[in-house]
Protein backbone atom coordinates (compact mmCIF):
# COMPACT_ATOMS: atom_id res chain seq x y z
CA UNK A 1 0.00 0.00 0.00
CA UNK A 2 1.28 3.60 -1.02
CA UNK A 3 1.32 6.33 1.05
CA UNK A 4 0.56 9.43 -0.10
CA UNK A 5 3.70 11.98 -0.33
CA UNK A 6 4.05 14.26 2.28
CA UNK A 7 6.96 16.01 3.91
CA UNK A 8 5.39 16.67 7.71
CA UNK A 9 7.26 15.44 10.49
CA UNK A 10 6.37 14.32 13.97
CA UNK A 11 7.47 17.39 15.34
CA UNK A 12 4.79 19.61 12.88
CA UNK A 13 2.04 17.83 13.63
CA UNK A 14 2.72 18.18 17.36
CA UNK A 15 3.11 21.34 17.21
CA UNK A 16 -0.08 21.56 15.64
CA UNK A 17 -1.68 19.66 18.19
CA UNK A 18 -0.81 21.47 21.08
CA UNK A 19 -1.13 25.12 19.11
CA UNK A 20 -5.17 23.65 19.29
CA UNK A 21 -4.57 21.82 22.41
CA UNK A 22 -1.70 23.27 24.53
CA UNK A 23 -0.86 21.57 27.39
CA UNK A 24 -0.21 24.09 29.54
CA UNK A 25 -4.08 23.73 29.48
CA UNK A 26 -3.65 20.54 30.99
CA UNK A 27 -4.40 19.73 34.96
CA UNK A 28 -1.89 19.51 37.39
CA UNK A 29 -2.53 16.05 37.56
CA UNK A 30 -2.80 15.05 34.10
CA UNK A 31 -0.13 13.66 31.84
CA UNK A 32 -0.71 14.72 27.81
CA UNK A 33 1.85 15.37 24.91
CA UNK A 34 4.07 13.24 23.29
CA UNK A 35 4.18 9.42 24.88
CA UNK A 36 6.00 7.64 22.05
CA UNK A 37 7.74 8.26 18.56
CA UNK A 38 10.52 10.28 17.24
CA UNK A 39 10.18 13.99 16.45
CA UNK A 40 11.90 13.59 13.25
CA UNK A 41 9.81 10.78 11.89
CA UNK A 42 7.22 11.02 8.58
CA UNK A 43 3.80 11.56 9.33
CA UNK A 44 1.32 10.09 6.99
CA UNK A 45 -1.59 8.47 8.58
CA UNK A 46 -2.89 9.68 11.80
CA UNK A 47 -5.71 7.64 13.50
CA UNK A 48 -7.87 9.30 16.14
CA UNK A 49 -9.22 7.04 18.72
CA UNK A 50 -10.45 7.76 22.49
CA UNK A 51 -8.76 5.11 24.05
CA UNK A 52 -5.15 3.71 23.43
CA UNK A 53 -6.49 0.33 24.04
CA UNK A 54 -4.44 -2.49 22.56
CA UNK A 55 -6.90 -2.90 20.11
CA UNK A 56 -6.38 0.28 18.74
CA UNK A 57 -3.14 0.01 18.77
CA UNK A 58 -3.76 -3.16 16.94
CA UNK A 59 -5.60 -1.15 14.13
CA UNK A 60 -2.89 1.45 14.47
CA UNK A 61 -0.58 -1.08 13.41
CA UNK A 62 -2.72 -2.89 10.69
CA UNK A 63 -3.45 0.69 9.29
CA UNK A 64 0.34 1.88 8.83
CA UNK A 65 -0.68 4.29 11.27
CA UNK A 66 2.36 6.95 11.99
CA UNK A 67 1.01 8.52 14.56
CA UNK A 68 -2.41 7.80 17.51
CA UNK A 69 -3.85 10.44 19.03
CA UNK A 70 -5.72 9.53 22.06
CA UNK A 71 -7.83 11.88 24.51
CA UNK A 72 -7.27 9.49 27.03
CA UNK A 73 -3.64 8.77 28.46
CA UNK A 74 -2.27 5.36 28.15
CA UNK A 75 0.54 6.39 30.99
CA UNK A 76 -1.24 8.35 34.17
CA UNK A 77 1.19 6.57 36.78
CA UNK A 78 4.61 6.38 37.47
CA UNK A 79 6.00 2.93 35.46
CA UNK A 80 9.14 1.11 36.46
CA UNK A 81 8.87 -1.37 33.03
CA UNK A 82 7.06 -1.59 29.95
CA UNK A 83 7.82 -5.35 29.57
CA UNK A 84 5.01 -6.97 27.79
CA UNK A 85 3.86 -8.93 30.66
CA UNK A 86 1.55 -6.24 31.72
CA UNK A 87 -0.68 -4.18 29.42
CA UNK A 88 0.53 -0.99 29.12
CA UNK A 89 3.82 -2.49 28.97
CA UNK A 90 2.47 -4.73 25.92
CA UNK A 91 0.85 -1.36 24.06
CA UNK A 92 4.28 0.62 24.71
CA UNK A 93 5.96 -1.78 23.16
CA UNK A 94 3.57 -2.56 20.62
CA UNK A 95 3.67 1.59 19.48
CA UNK A 96 7.48 1.79 19.62
CA UNK A 97 8.12 -1.84 17.79
CA UNK A 98 5.80 -0.29 14.89
CA UNK A 99 6.97 3.49 14.97
CA UNK A 100 3.77 4.19 16.07
CA UNK A 101 3.78 7.60 17.72
CA UNK A 102 1.41 8.10 20.62
CA UNK A 103 0.23 11.68 21.81
CA UNK A 104 -2.67 12.26 24.21
CA UNK A 105 -5.10 15.43 24.44
CA UNK A 106 -7.00 15.26 27.48
CA UNK A 107 -7.62 17.56 30.25
CA UNK A 108 -6.43 19.83 27.60
CA UNK A 109 -8.72 18.91 25.08
CA UNK A 110 -11.39 19.29 27.89
CA UNK A 111 -10.86 22.55 28.22
CA UNK A 112 -10.08 23.87 24.64
CA UNK A 113 -13.16 25.85 22.63
CA UNK A 114 -14.13 23.74 21.06
CA UNK A 115 -13.36 20.94 23.15
CA UNK A 116 -15.23 17.49 24.41
CA UNK A 117 -17.93 19.64 26.46
CA UNK A 118 -18.29 21.77 23.60
CA UNK A 119 -18.68 19.50 20.82
CA UNK A 120 -21.06 17.52 22.84
CA UNK A 121 -23.51 20.63 23.51
CA UNK A 122 -23.12 21.09 19.09
CA UNK A 123 -24.44 17.24 19.25
CA UNK A 124 -27.70 18.43 21.39
CA UNK A 125 -28.14 21.09 19.60
CA UNK A 126 -27.92 23.78 22.19
CA UNK A 127 -28.34 27.18 21.78
CA UNK A 128 -26.38 30.75 23.78
CA UNK A 129 -23.47 28.24 25.08
CA UNK A 130 -21.33 29.66 28.05
CA UNK A 131 -19.20 27.78 30.30
CA UNK A 132 -20.52 25.69 33.27
CA UNK A 133 -17.97 26.17 35.65
CA UNK A 134 -14.09 26.57 35.15
CA UNK A 135 -10.77 25.19 35.97
CA UNK A 136 -7.74 26.52 36.57
CA UNK A 137 -8.49 29.58 34.95
CA UNK A 138 -10.14 27.48 32.07
CA UNK A 139 -13.84 27.38 31.02
CA UNK A 140 -15.29 23.68 31.56
CA UNK A 141 -18.31 22.38 30.24
CA UNK A 142 -21.16 23.86 28.62
CA UNK A 143 -24.87 25.08 29.68
CA UNK A 144 -27.09 25.95 26.40
CA UNK A 145 -30.71 26.38 25.55
CA UNK A 146 -32.85 23.76 23.97
CA UNK A 147 -35.44 25.67 21.56
CA UNK A 148 -38.43 25.04 22.01
CA UNK A 149 -38.43 23.01 25.28
CA UNK A 150 -38.77 19.55 25.31
CA UNK A 151 -39.65 16.73 27.83
CA UNK A 152 -37.30 15.21 30.30
CA UNK A 153 -38.47 12.10 27.62
CA UNK A 154 -38.22 13.52 24.33
CA UNK A 155 -34.40 15.33 25.44
CA UNK A 156 -32.97 11.65 26.49
CA UNK A 157 -34.34 10.55 22.84
CA UNK A 158 -32.39 13.04 21.28
CA UNK A 159 -29.81 12.34 23.13
CA UNK A 160 -29.65 9.03 22.41
CA UNK A 161 -30.15 9.78 18.82
CA UNK A 162 -26.80 12.63 18.87
CA UNK A 163 -24.79 9.92 20.23
CA UNK A 164 -23.54 6.64 19.11
CA UNK A 165 -24.91 3.61 20.70
CA UNK A 166 -23.45 1.91 23.14
CA UNK A 167 -24.26 -1.39 24.82
CA UNK A 168 -24.94 0.71 28.15
CA UNK A 169 -27.26 2.98 27.04
CA UNK A 170 -28.58 6.00 28.55
CA UNK A 171 -30.06 6.47 32.22
CA UNK A 172 -32.18 9.27 33.20
CA UNK A 173 -33.27 10.46 36.73
CA UNK A 174 -36.80 12.59 36.96
CA UNK A 175 -39.79 12.83 35.92
CA UNK A 176 -40.35 12.06 32.02
CA UNK A 177 -42.96 14.48 31.48
CA UNK A 178 -41.43 17.39 32.93
CA UNK A 179 -40.39 20.12 30.13
CA UNK A 180 -36.75 20.77 29.88
CA UNK A 181 -35.31 23.87 28.66
CA UNK A 182 -31.61 24.80 30.18
CA UNK A 183 -28.64 21.76 29.62
CA UNK A 184 -25.56 21.79 31.11
CA UNK A 185 -23.43 19.10 29.84
CA UNK A 186 -19.88 17.24 30.73
CA UNK A 187 -18.50 14.80 28.59
CA UNK A 188 -17.20 11.98 30.49
CA UNK A 189 -16.75 11.87 34.31
CA UNK A 190 -19.06 14.59 35.30
CA UNK A 191 -20.67 13.61 39.11
CA UNK A 192 -18.01 16.40 40.99
CA UNK A 193 -19.68 18.97 39.05
CA UNK A 194 -23.28 18.81 40.38
CA UNK A 195 -22.97 21.71 43.02
CA UNK A 196 -22.14 23.64 39.82
CA UNK A 197 -24.68 22.37 37.50
CA UNK A 198 -27.11 23.36 40.06
CA UNK A 199 -25.93 27.03 40.60
CA UNK A 200 -26.25 27.29 36.74
CA UNK A 201 -30.07 26.86 36.40
CA UNK A 202 -29.72 23.85 34.27
CA UNK A 203 -32.97 21.78 34.19
CA UNK A 204 -30.99 18.59 33.42
CA UNK A 205 -27.34 17.63 33.62
CA UNK A 206 -25.74 15.40 30.51
CA UNK A 207 -22.78 13.67 31.84
CA UNK A 208 -21.08 10.15 32.28
CA UNK A 209 -19.94 7.63 35.11
CA UNK A 210 -22.39 8.96 37.69
CA UNK A 211 -22.37 7.51 40.88
CA UNK A 212 -24.92 6.14 43.35
CA UNK A 213 -24.09 8.58 46.26
CA UNK A 214 -23.71 11.73 44.55
CA UNK A 215 -26.39 11.16 42.20
CA UNK A 216 -28.73 10.32 45.29
CA UNK A 217 -27.63 13.33 47.30
CA UNK A 218 -28.37 15.46 44.55
CA UNK A 219 -31.51 14.67 43.82
CA UNK A 220 -32.71 14.57 47.71
CA UNK A 221 -31.34 17.97 47.39
CA UNK A 222 -33.63 18.49 43.91
CA UNK A 223 -36.73 17.20 45.94
CA UNK A 224 -36.84 14.99 43.17
CA UNK A 225 -37.58 18.41 40.91
CA UNK A 226 -34.58 20.13 39.06
CA UNK A 227 -32.04 19.14 37.54
CA UNK A 228 -32.90 15.99 36.24
CA UNK A 229 -29.83 13.81 35.02
CA UNK A 230 -28.92 11.93 32.03
CA UNK A 231 -26.05 9.43 32.73
CA UNK A 232 -25.08 9.06 28.82
CA UNK A 233 -22.00 7.07 28.99
CA UNK A 234 -18.56 8.13 28.96
CA UNK A 235 -16.89 6.99 25.92
CA UNK A 236 -20.27 8.02 24.39
CA UNK A 237 -20.36 11.57 25.90
CA UNK A 238 -16.44 12.00 24.46
CA UNK A 239 -15.94 9.87 21.10
CA UNK A 240 -17.70 13.30 19.41
CA UNK A 241 -14.87 14.98 19.80
CA UNK A 242 -12.59 13.19 17.95
CA UNK A 243 -14.13 14.21 14.71
CA UNK A 244 -13.29 17.86 15.91
CA UNK A 245 -9.80 16.88 16.63
CA UNK A 246 -9.37 15.41 13.31
CA UNK A 247 -10.74 18.63 11.33
CA UNK A 248 -8.80 20.74 13.40
CA UNK A 249 -5.84 18.86 12.84
CA UNK A 250 -6.09 18.88 9.09
CA UNK A 251 -6.91 22.54 8.81
CA UNK A 252 -4.11 23.41 11.14
CA UNK A 253 -2.00 21.17 9.38
CA UNK A 254 -2.96 22.74 6.00
CA UNK A 255 -1.50 26.01 7.45
CA UNK A 256 1.81 24.44 7.81
CA UNK A 257 2.51 23.14 4.30
CA UNK A 258 0.30 23.96 1.65
CA UNK A 259 1.07 20.66 -0.22
CA UNK A 260 0.57 18.46 2.81
CA UNK A 261 -1.30 15.40 2.37
CA UNK A 262 -1.78 13.45 5.45
CA UNK A 263 -4.65 10.51 5.48
CA UNK A 264 -6.72 10.54 8.78
CA UNK A 265 -8.94 8.32 10.49
CA UNK A 266 -11.64 8.29 13.54
CA UNK A 267 -11.07 4.73 15.02
CA UNK A 268 -14.69 2.91 14.96
CA UNK A 269 -13.26 0.49 17.31
CA UNK A 270 -16.11 1.47 20.97
CA UNK A 271 -13.48 1.47 23.95
CA UNK A 272 -16.54 1.47 26.16
CA UNK A 273 -15.69 -1.72 28.74
CA UNK A 274 -19.34 -2.55 28.68
CA UNK A 275 -20.54 -5.20 26.47
CA UNK A 276 -24.32 -5.82 27.10
CA UNK A 277 -26.95 -5.20 29.24
CA UNK A 278 -29.53 -7.45 31.06
CA UNK A 279 -32.78 -6.52 33.32
CA UNK A 280 -33.53 -2.73 32.17
CA UNK A 281 -36.30 -1.34 33.55
CA UNK A 282 -36.92 -4.89 35.02
CA UNK A 283 -37.27 -2.12 38.47
CA UNK A 284 -38.10 1.11 37.52
CA UNK A 285 -37.39 3.50 40.46
CA UNK A 286 -40.45 5.45 40.60
CA UNK A 287 -42.54 2.22 41.33
CA UNK A 288 -42.35 0.55 44.52
CA UNK A 289 -40.24 -2.28 44.62
CA UNK A 290 -42.21 -5.42 45.35
CA UNK A 291 -41.50 -7.36 48.42
CA UNK A 292 -39.45 -9.97 48.59
CA UNK A 293 -39.02 -12.81 51.13
CA UNK A 294 -41.66 -16.27 52.10
CA UNK A 295 -45.48 -15.59 52.40
CA UNK A 296 -46.08 -16.11 56.43
ZN1 LIG B 1 -12.82 10.79 29.60
Known amino acids: MDHPATDLSLRDVVAALESLYPLGSAADWDRVGLVTGDLDQPVRRI ?67 PGVSTVLADALGLADQRPLSSEGGHPIGRVGELEPPVSLAAFADLVATALPDTAGGIRVSGDPEAPV ?83 TRVSAIRTEPWTFVVGANAARADRVAPRTGGVS
Open 47 to 113: LFALDPTLDVIGEARSWDADLLVTHHPLLLRGVHSVATSSAKGAAVTALVRAGVALWVGHTNADVAD
Open 181 to 263: STVAVMGGSGDDRLDDVRASGADVYVTADLRHHPVLEAREEARGGRPYLIDAGHWATESLWLMSARDRLVSALEGVHEATRVE
